[in-house]
């Protein structure tokens, strides 16, 4: 498992042109990816890339290496698809978890759906806005908005998320319209956060001028939900996934505000642990998210 995944690392840097892209592709953080390479390098004894600031060049070793590794990784699914075909129908549990808005919204209907295709699978929900230890609570997989940063872990990107800050019309005609992320600082902000106090980081901005701020907020809660409520209540502003509030938005109840200052989409990643590659049934769900109309699409920021 460890040469394949290896494997599957360095073919994708030299397929997306980078690093960084190939980890955007893979679900994994660049530092796992780093480390990924430095490890087969190491064990291996050679320099497979030659690394800039502008692009990845393969060594003579490593134009060896990906030749071999693209004929083992083609043979690897061509294997799997033959297996795969003669197991039969998959089945059994599958337990996943889910950020508590993108769970209702978007996974229970997609959910739904799925058992009625695959009868022979069941599904456990687990929705929840803490990060889940995937491995050591017994989850199948993981829907989170961040990329792998644990080398036992693999993912898949599934969507991008667009974020916005609304709030309610009845507010902004009494408090008046921010215009920068400094005004925040005279606003009632509502905040989700698991710390258990009224503060939060808001990012705001795009590309290379993102950056953070803090924000102390007039309410904050370990639900990620009940800020929309409050701000439907009229009782600030709050920072959210469109998809989250479109509805909302798209019926006048809530406005964006502060466009110009959109901060970058969040990418939503399923993860799942490295041993379990192999499962059909994870495939299986994994494939179907990805497939049109598996999970609606975002509108992606501009």
């Known amino acids: 498992m460890r040469d394949i995944d290896e494997m599957r690392v360095v073919t994708e840097i030299i397929r997306q042109g980078g690093l960084s892209a190939a980890a955007r592709h893979l679900g ?37 290496y990906l030749d071999e590794a693209t004929t083992i990784l083609a043979a690897t ?24 808005p993108f769970g209702r919204l978007r996974l229970a209907p997609f959910v739904a759906d799925f058992v009625r295709r695959h009868p022979g699978i069941r599904v456990h929900l687990t929705l929840e806005d803490r990060m889940a230890d995937i491995v050591g609570e017994g989850f199948d997989i993981a829907i989170r ?27 902004l005609a009494r408090r008046g319209m921010p215009e920068t992320p400094a005004d ?46 409050w701000a439907l ?12 509030v479109e509805e909302s938005v798209r019926t006048g109840r809530l406005v964006t505000v502060m466009e110009a200052w959109e901060p970058d989409p969040v990418t939503f990643y399923a993860i799942h642990p490295v041993s379990t590659a192999h499962s059909q049934k994870i495939a299986l769900f994994i494939g179907d998210l990805l497939q049109p109309g598996g999970i609606m699409a975002d509108q992606a920021a501009p």
Request: aromatic letters at 4%; glycine letters at 8%; one cysteine or more.
């Open 184 to 229: 925040l600082a005279h606003h009632d902000c509502l905040v989700a956060n698991m710390t258990g106090e009224c503060r939060a980081t808001w990012r705001f901005g795009r590309g290379e001028a993102t950056r953070p701020w803090r924000i102390d907020g007039l309410l904050a809660s370990s639900n990620s939900e009940l800020p929309v409520q």
């Open 28 to 64: 994994l953080a660049p530092s796992v990816i780093s480390d990924r390479l430095a490890r087969l390098e190491r064990r291996l004894g050679t320099r497979l890339l030659v690394r800039t600031t502008r692009r990845q060049t393969l060594t003579e070793a490593g134009r060896v």
């Open 77 to 100: 699914e061509r294997m799997e698809a033959r297996v795969r075909e003669t197991v039969g129908t998959p089945g059994g549990m599958l337990r996943v978890t889910a950020p508590t």
């Open 233 to 244: 209540a009229g009782l600030g502003l709050t920072q959210k996934s469109l998809w989250e």
């Open 145 to 171: 908005g961040a990329p792998v940063v644990d080398t036992t872990l693999t993912g898949r990107r599934l969507m991008e998320s667009r974020r916005v800050l609304v709030a309610s019309p009845d507010y």
